[in-house]
């Protein structure tokens, strides 16, 4: 069965700090999708990226980074030089076919000036 | 761009009223969701529906039912309302079922007293 697992509820960090959200995955599945979603505090879902099985290579999108590790079921994903803005819940995802997309509980980022 | 649309943002509901909440999109996508998010559980599939005509359930389907007679909309209908069922309700859509990018709609905070 899908299982996503965010161990950290919460992380506060002071601005420019960088920080590493983790995300565990359990599936049966050799085929399957990982995702990351922002929620602000306003309250809207946002998608982040986007990550097939097949496809373990690290990606870098400005002040975001993935590492996804097969090896230990883990698609973590980092911000450099934390801001302000950064503060949100980020949510990670799996899913193994065309119907369900599993979320993690989220892990609540307060970033501090 | 409209996106996708929920009805209404806000709704209070005395406990054994049914109700339904409406979610539209324009981006002629196949597949739609339903989610719920309650505090420190993420967010949960409850129905899912795959294309027109099509439906099957997800996480917590209880208490809820969904129909699809048109791609645009994916209406969620609470039969008799349950305090438990007070949560925030996420509709989404996607071109390429749960292994794509998912657009959600702004939410809708449901109370029931």
């Known amino acids: 069965a899908q299982k996503v697992t965010q161990a950290q509820t919460e992380i506060s960090v002071v601005e420019k700090e960088d920080v590493t959200l983790d995300c565990v995955y359990e599936?049966?599945?050799?085929?399957?999708?990982l995702f990351w979603y922002k929620q602000p505090p306003s309250g809207e879902l946002v998608f982040l990226i986007r990550?097939?099985?097949?496809?373990?290579q690290n990606e870098i999108s400005g002040r975001y980074s993935w590492n996804f590790q097969k090896s230990t079921s883990s698609f973590n994903f980092t911000i450099t030089a934390s801001q302000v803005v950064d503060s949100a819940v980020y949510f990670c995802?799996?899913?193994?076919?065309?119907?369900?997309?599993?979320f993690g509980t989220g892990t609540r980022l307060q970033v501090f000036p | 761009n409209a996106g996708v649309t929920q009805t209404p943002k806000f709704q209070v509901l005395k406990t054994g009223q049914s109700m339904t909440l409406q979610c539209a999109q324009d981006?002629?996508?196949?597949?739609m969701s339903w989610y719920r998010q309650d505090p420190g559980m993420g967010l949960r599939l409850i129905h899912y529906s795959v294309g027109a005509g099509i439906t099957d359930q997800g996480e917590v389907p209880n208490g809820y039912n969904v129909s699809r007679s048109t791609t645009e909309d994916f209406p969620l209908r609470l039969l008799s309302a349950a305090p438990s069922q007070t949560s925030v309700y996420f509709c989404?859509?996607?071109?390429?079922?749960?292994?794509?990018?998912?657009?959600f709609g702004e939410g809708s905070r449901l109370t029931v007293l």
């Open positions: 989404a859509s996607s071109r390429q079922g749960a292994t794509g990018e998912l657009f």
């Open positions: 599936t049966r599945d050799t085929t399957y999708y």
């Open positions: 981006m002629n996508h196949e597949y």
């Open positions: 990550r097939n099985s097949f496809d373990e």
């Open positions: 995802a799996l899913s193994e076919d065309l119907g369900k997309l599993i």
